[in-house]
T-cell receptor, first 120, second 116 residues
C-alpha cells in the first residue's frame, strides 16, 4: 500500500534534548512538508522540500532542522533551541510544489498519521 | 500576508440537517482550494478540492467557490454523527514574492458537531 508513515506516534523529550521525528513516503512524491499543529490552531509550515538535497524554511523554522538525502525520507529534528516544542507534528507529501498562479497550481497534499511530541 | 479565515465554531447541527462551513482567503491569486477533515487526534484527510467558480458535488459534499468574493464553502447534506470533526480549509498560495512556486495555507478549522 502506498502512503506516508511517521514514527514514533508519541515522543517524550526532556528539556535540552534534541529529538528526531521520522517521515517516510512510498508515493514517489517529489515534495515533502513538515507542519506543526497546536490545540485549536491550524497547520503551520515548518520546512518543505521540493527535491532531494534541497529544502526551504517555512513560516516557523526556528529551532528545527531537516534533511532530504533520499526522495522517500524527510526527517525533522527538534532542537533544544525550540522554546515550546510540545505539539502535534504532521508530515505531508505531494507530487510537486504548486505553481504560483495559473490553473496548474493544484497540489494536493497527503498527510502521515502524525507524531505527538511532549516536553517533560 | 496570506490569510485563510474560518469560524472556529463549534457548529452544531442535528442529524440529517445540512451543515454549511465557510472560508475566506486574502490572496486574490489563489487558484486551488481544498477541504480537509480532521478527527480529534488524527491527521487531516482530503475531502474535496475545487478550482473553478461555482459548485462541485461529491456524494453528500458540495464545495462552492466564488473567487470575486474570495469565498469558499463546504456543504454537507444529510449530516451524520460520524461527520463530527474539524474541517480545515486550505488555499494554494505563493510561497513568497520571489518564488514561482506555491504551497497550501491552512485555516484554523471549524469544529462541526452533529447530534443524533
Amino acid at each position: 500500500d502506498g502512503g506516508i508513515t511517521q514514527s514514533p506516534k508519541y515522543l517524550f523529550r526532556k528539556e535540552g534534548q534534541n529529538v528526531t521525528l521520522s517521515c517516510e513516503q512510498n508515493l514517489n512524491h517529489d515534495a515533502m512538508y513538515w507542519y506543526r499543529q497546536d490545540p485549536g490552531q491550524g497547520l503551520r509550515l515548518i520546512y518543505y522540500s521540493q527535491i532531494v538535497n534541497d529544502f526551504q524554511k517555512g513560516d516557523i523554522a526556528e529551532g528545527y532542522s531537516v534533511s532530504r538525502e533520499k526522495k522517500e525520507s524527510f526527517p525533522l529534528t527538534v532542537t533544544s533551541a525550540q522554546k515550546n516544542p510540545t505539539a502535534f507534528y504532521l508530515c505531508a507529501s505531494s507530487t510537486s510544489l504548486g505553481l504560483a498562479g495559473g490553473i496548474s497550481s493544484y497540489n494536493e497534499q497527503f498527510f502521515g498519521p502524525g507524531t505527538r511530541l511532549t516536553v517533560l | 500576508q496570506k490569510e485563510v479565515e474560518q469560524n472556529s465554531g463549534p457548529l452544531s447541527v442535528p442529524e440529517g440537517a445540512i451543515a454549511s462551513l465557510n472560508c475566506t482567503y486574502s490572496d486574490r491569486g489563489s487558484q486551488s482550494f481544498f477541504w480537509y477533515r480532521q478527527y480529534s487526534g488524527k491527521s487531516p484527510e482530503l475531502i474535496m478540492f475545487i478550482y473553478s467558480n461555482g459548485d462541485k458535488e461529491d456524494g453528500r459534499f458540495t464545495a462552492q467557490l466564488n473567487k470575486a468574493s474570495q469565498y469558499v464553502s463546504l456543504l454537507i447534506r444529510d449530516s451524520q454523527p460520524s461527520d463530527s470533526a474539524t474541517y480545515l480549509c486550505a488555499v494554494n498560495s505563493p510561497i513568497n514574492q520571489y518564488s514561482g512556486y506555491s504551497t497550501l495555507t491552512f485555516g484554523k478549522g471549524t469544529m462541526l458537531l452533529v447530534s443524533p
